[in-house]
C-alpha cells in the first residue's frame, strides 16, 4: 500500500487545515487508516484513526471535538479537518494504514506509512 499526504501548510492559530491521503496499490490491506503527527524533539504519536468497513473513529484527547476524520473508501483517501488549531498542533503529519480492523494508538502496529506533511500553526 502506498499512501499519499498532501494538504499541510502556515495557518494562524485558531484556523483550519484540511488534511488528505490516498491509497494506492493493495488497498484491501488498509482496514485502518489514520494521522499520526511528530512535533520537533518530540517522539511521533497518534492523532486519529477511522476503520473503512464501518467508519468506527478513535482520537487522542487533546484534538477530541476538534478534529474529524473521515474515510472515502471510493476514492480510497482519508481526510482529516484540523479545526481551533493551536501552536501545539505545529507537527509534521503522517498518513498510516494497518492490515488489522483495531484502532490502534501504537505507532509499531501500522503497516504502511506515507511521507509527511508539514502543518505549522503561528501563535
Known amino acids: 500500500v502506498q499512501l499519499q499526504a498532501s494538504g499541510g501548510g502556515l495557518v494562524q492559530a485558531g484556523g483550519s487545515l484540511r488534511l488528505s491521503c490516498a491509497a494506492s496499490?493493495?488497498?484491501?490491506?488498509?482496514?485502518?487508516m489514520g494521522w499520526f503527527r511528530q512535533a520537533p524533539g518530540k517522539e511521533r504519536e497518534f492523532v486519529a484513526a477511522v476503520r473503512r468497513s464501518d467508519g468506527d473513529t478513535r482520537y487522542r484527547d487533546s484534538v477530541k471535538g476538534r478534529f474529524t476524520i473521515s474515510g472515502d473508501n471510493d476514492k480510497n483517501m482519508v481526510h482529516l479537518l484540523m479545526n481551533s488549531l493551536t501552536f501545539e498542533d505545529t507537527a509534521i503529519y503522517y498518513c498510516a494504514a494497518r492490515s488489522g480492523s483495531f484502532l490502534t494508538m501504537s505507532a509499531g502496529s501500522w503497516d504502511y506509512w506515507g511521507q509527511g506533511t508539514l502543518v505549522t500553526v503561528s501563535s
Open positions: 496499490g493493495r488497498t484491501s490491506r488498509s482496514a485502518v
